[in-house]
């Protein structure tokens, strides 16, 4: 096993998504974890000289896969997606679900099904490195809307995160963590590290900066969703003895409207 530690550069493109590319200089292999924009990708390959080798595909939705067949007559990467949804990927050539696992230049990369935003998204876990790829799961201070499956899944997606080790580093799809703050403070007011948090990324993105990677450890203690259980978000749900699935349904039903 190649414990070689990657490089990672994570860059805004679009409208607020973010791209990411690793590269491990030992095996020459450069992974794009989807592929949002041509140019935006293409700009970072470029002015670092790097090939792009593969691209990991979390789900179908045009932001997170518009550039995948450019890429790929570009560089002939290597496109691996997520199984149950193999067939809305372009240009893909081989697909994985929950519970697979994979090696790419001698790191492993876990397959976790996360299904709920659509109904065949997955992340990538590479435990060698300590990092997950949660795309429009696992958000900072929140999770991806529910479009294709349900509140039950998604709770299931993000319990499969949530379990994974506590300093892992965790990167998401979308800038969304400003709007996410001021709706985890509505439920969760008056938890303190919450409420310091909120005013770090304020003044993160006041600044221009990016509030993502996360950690796990850091979701499990600000992240509504991840905290069900809690019994203040209870208590100010009114749903003391309600189980730990309709909570967070009730919680993401409430962001809806938000
Ligand atoms: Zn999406």
Request: charged residues 25%; glycine residues 8%.
């Amino acid at each position: 096993m190649n414990a070689s530690k990657l490089e990672i550069f994570q860059f805004p493109c679009r409208q607020d998504n973010y791209g990411v590319i690793l590269h491990d200089g030992d095996s020459g292999i450069t992974i794009s974890i989807d592929a949002p924009e041509f140019e935006a990708v293409d700009d970072v390959l470029e002015s670092r000289n790097l090939k792009l080798t593969h691209i990991l595909t979390t789900h179908h939705h045009m932001d997170h896969v518009e550039a995948n067949e450019a890429l790929k007559s570009k560089y002939g990467c290597r496109i691996i997606g997520p199984a149950d949804e193999a067939d809305k990927i372009p240009g893909i050539d081989k697909s994985h679900g929950h519970g697979d696992s994979f090696e790419i230049g001698g790191h492993r990369i876990e397959v976790i099904g996360a299904p709920g935003h659509t109904l065949g998204q997955v992340n990538y876990y590479f435990a060698d490195q300590g990092v997950v790829f949660c795309a429009d799961a696992l958000f900072a201070l929140g999770c991806g809307r529910i479009f294709e499956g349900t509140p039950e899944m998604m709770f299931t997606a993000l319990n499969r995160l949530a379990a994974l080790p506590n300093d892992t580093l965790v990167y998401a799809g979308h800038e969304y963590t400003l709007a996410n703050a001021k709706f985890a403070l509505s439920v969760d007011p008056e938890n303190a590290e919450l409420v310091e948090r909120a005013k770090e990324i304020e003044l993160l993105r006041d600044n221009g900066k990016p509030t993502l990677p996360t950690t796990i450890d850091l979701e499990k203690r600000t992240n509504p969703f991840l905290r069900a259980s809690d019994a203040k978000i209870r208590a100010l749900l009114a749903m003391d003895d309600a189980a730990d699935v309709e909570v967070f349904t009730e919680i993401r039903a409430r962001k809806d409207r938000f």
